[in-house]
């Protein structure tokens, strides 16, 4: 998507054909900058300190760092200790899992002297895929924000509500539930989009706003808690969000505060849906509230916050008294009951068993021979 009106991905291997770049999201929105990853390490510190985050971009970064610490070292305990390291970064988003699944199956049975090229060609190839899965996403989900258009009277918008940061900024390009928006809008249709600002990280905030701005799409940036009002007044005319972790009966991880949106989306009669990329279906878990681990960060999360003063200077300040004990969940469920559908690449799907599995029924035996392996 756009950057000061230039296309720009959120990964790219620099010129020395070794390093990798991404963008350094803790800073935005006041500042635009990149980072190098030139080690594994640096790529695990990217991923744990949220200076890349979303769960597709995430997996991008961690094929990525397989391929970096090949190069210092291609023996199978240096692909272990990668893996290991990598794996940690982030319990929830299953696309982590995913990536460095795949980068082993690509390079574990190689020549030593072979592995650094292939898994440079596998991490390239993942990030590509991640563009045309969105891109396919972006047009399926594009499908239902037409309809909606087509019943509006002339000069009325067709509004959305999303929650967190599902957009470019998660992905490698394009992302998953911001994908419909910038197809709606690029094809002129008449759209505005509800972001909430999604404390304690203020994503929506600081990153949605941000590239929708960049992209030209009209937006209001809302607290988080103002989308059921809106929804009581007719302001909503569908909601999409995105996904870290889908079970395989339909059930939804995302971000805090998502499950809240999908009750009030329900009590309201809006369109829920959830945008995701095949890899974020985990076909080995059913129960998304009893088996999804729900990542608890840091309190100082919640305690502080980090914004731009009057004289422009970028200042962090404590709104929670001292002693107060903070939890600070990073994710919630959301049952696939209350989820009007999943916008994937093969479709928009019910959020059910019988609705994933048909349209992915490679993942199922791919689950299906993993629990197996593990069984023995």
């Avoid at 899992?97 to 650094?116: F, I, S, T, Y």
């Avoid at 924000?145 to 967190?164: D, M, P, Q, S, Y």
Wanted: hydrophobic content about 45%.
């Amino acid at each position: 998507m756009k950057v000061n009106g230039q296309h720009t991905r959120t990964i790219w291997v620099e010129a020395d054909g070794v390093a990798v770049g991404t963008i350094d999201q803790t800073l935005l929105p006041h500042r635009y900058a990149t980072i190098r990853l030139a080690t594994v390490q640096d790529a695990a510190r990217a991923i744990k300190s949220m200076q890349v985050r979303g769960a597709p971009l995430v997996g991008a970064v961690a094929a990525y760092g397989v391929a970096l610490a090949l190069r210092e070292d291609a023996s199978d305990a240096a692909l272990e200790r990668a893996y290991a390291l990598l794996i940690a970064t982030r319990p929830t988003a299953i696309n982590l899992k995913w990536a460095l699944d795949e980068m082993m199956a690509a390079v574990r049975n190689r020549a030593r002297g072979e592995r650094v090229a292939a898994a440079y060609d596998r991490a390239r190839e993942i990030a590509d895929e991640d563009v045309a899965i969105n891109q396919a996403i972006g047009r399926n989900g594009l499908k239902l924000i037409e309809a909606i258009a087509a019943k509006k009277k002339t000069g009325e918008r067709v509004n959305v509500l999303t929650h967190c940061n599902a957009g470019w900024l998660a992905t490698v390009d394009w992302g998953t539930a911001t994908a419909p928006i910038y197809m709606a809008h690029d094809a002129g249709i008449l759209i505005h989009v509800w972001v909430d600002e999604t404390r304690p990280r203020n994503q929506g905030a600081s990153l949605t706003a941000w590239e929708l701005g960049q992209h030209g799409v009209p937006h209001t940036v809302i607290p988080d808690n103002t989308g059921g009002h809106l929804m009581q007044h007719a302001q909503v005319d569908i909601a999409i969000v995105g996904t870290d972790r889908v079970t395989a009966q339909g059930d939804v991880a995302n971000k805090i505060g998502t499950y809240l949106k999908a009750l009030a989306a329900r009590d309201n009669g809006v369109p829920f849906y959830v945008a995701l990329p095949s890899p974020t279906i985990d076909f080995t878990v059913v129960d998304g509230v009893k088996e999804i681990p729900i990542e608890q960060r840091g309190a100082e999360e919640v305690t502080t916050m980090t914004g731009r003063t009057a004289d422009g200077r970028i200042e962090s300040v404590r709104i929670v008294p001292d002693g107060s004990n903070v939890a600070n969940y990073g994710f919630d469920v959301t049952p696939a009951r209350l989820v009007t559908g999943l916008i994937t690449e093969r479709g928009v799907l019910a959020a059910t068993r019988e609705g994933l599995a048909q349209a992915f029924p490679e993942r199922v035996e791919a689950a299906a021979r993993t629990a197996g392996a593990t069984a023995k």
